[in-house]
């Protein structure tokens, strides 16, 4: 394909994505990515998924600090950009989205508009969804607002997690990239405007607050929950004083007070909530691995 692309990414998120424009010979002049970072218990510089994934292939990779800074600006025009990708990267100034001549267009994990935000994976399996999917539009002043390339839907199914539908929604994202650039190439596409429903959902970013267990809600809700933030960054409680991240669960009929311990110290722990128990089936004690009720209570009690 003949389009110069530059390549706007940071995490794991948007590699397929990257690899995938590559491996349809679609000319990339240029990655862009977030700074190297310090990382670990040593601080060591580490680079993006996206900076690895384009020195493994030969792109020239740019790091700005500020999207607005002048260097930056000058760098993208002297690489003549006719489109630009962005996949899982930081919110772009006009003076960046609006420089080349066939636009810059997003992909999105949800269906727009539903689901706009940073986290759009994890609150539609919190929110108890039963599809969702991906979609590219073309960037506009308010974010996730663009108007539509294309969508393409997949079901979340009840075994699914945040983790397992991430998984899922990179890899078809990364061929809808393809199909957006190959269409803006041809000129065989139609933006389309996105119609708001009167029920939308968003999806703001989580925090460890967010995370939070609130036993007084239905059990349904909170395996829900805990699905929508496993493997990471994962629900949390408080239980005889330990923080233990909670990360696989489900549904038991039965009754106690909410935040109330059912247990026999040996094989099983349900935990009362607003309406029936919920079992825990995998959690983490804070400085432990992740483990089962059973293979806690080996060497600890519950009260």
Known sequence: MSLRIIFMGTPEFAVPSLEALV??????????????????????????????????????????????????????????????VVVAFRM?????????PRGTFNLHASLLPQYRGAAPINWA?????????????????????????FQE?????????????YERLMNRGARLVVRTVEAIEQNS???????????????PKIFKETCQINWTRPAVELRNFVR???????????????????????????NAEPGAIVTDQK???????????????????????PMSPKAYFLGNKLD
């Not at 990382?39 to 900076?51: F, T, W």
């Not at 772009?92 to 080349?100: F, G, N, S």
Request: a negative charge; hydrophobic letters at 40%; proline letters at 9%.
């Open 23 to 84: 491996q349809a010979g679609c000319q990339v002049v240029a990655v862009v990515t977030a700074p190297d970072r310090p990382q670990g218990r040593g601080q060591k510089l580490s680079m993006s998924p996206v900076k690895a994934c384009a020195l493994s292939h030969q792109i020239p990779v740019l790091q700005p600090e500020k999207l607005k800074a002048p260097e930056f600006l000058d760098q993208l025009r002297v690489l003549r950009a006719d489109l630009q």
């Open 153 to 165: 839907t997949e079901p979340i199914l009840d075994e699914d997690d945040a983790g397992t539908l």
């Open 189 to 203: 596409i139609t933006p389309a405007p996105q119609v708001v429903p009167q029920q939308l959902n968003h999806a």
């Open 125 to 149: 399996v919190i929110n108890g969804e039963k599809v969702t999917g991906v979609t590219t539009f073309f960037l506009k002043h308010e974010i996730d607002t663009g108007e539509i390339l």
């Open 267 to 289: 094989s099983y722990l349900h935990i009362g909530t607003g309406q029936d128990l919920l079992a825990i089936e995998s959690f983490q004690p804070e400085g432990k691995r």
């Open 92 to 100: 772009l100034p006009e003076v960046v989205w609006a420089m080349p």
């Open 228 to 254: 929508g933030l496993s493997p990471y960054p994962a629900a949390w409680t408080v239980l005889n004083g330990v923080v233990f991240k909670v990360l696989r669960t489900s549904v038991v009929h039965g």
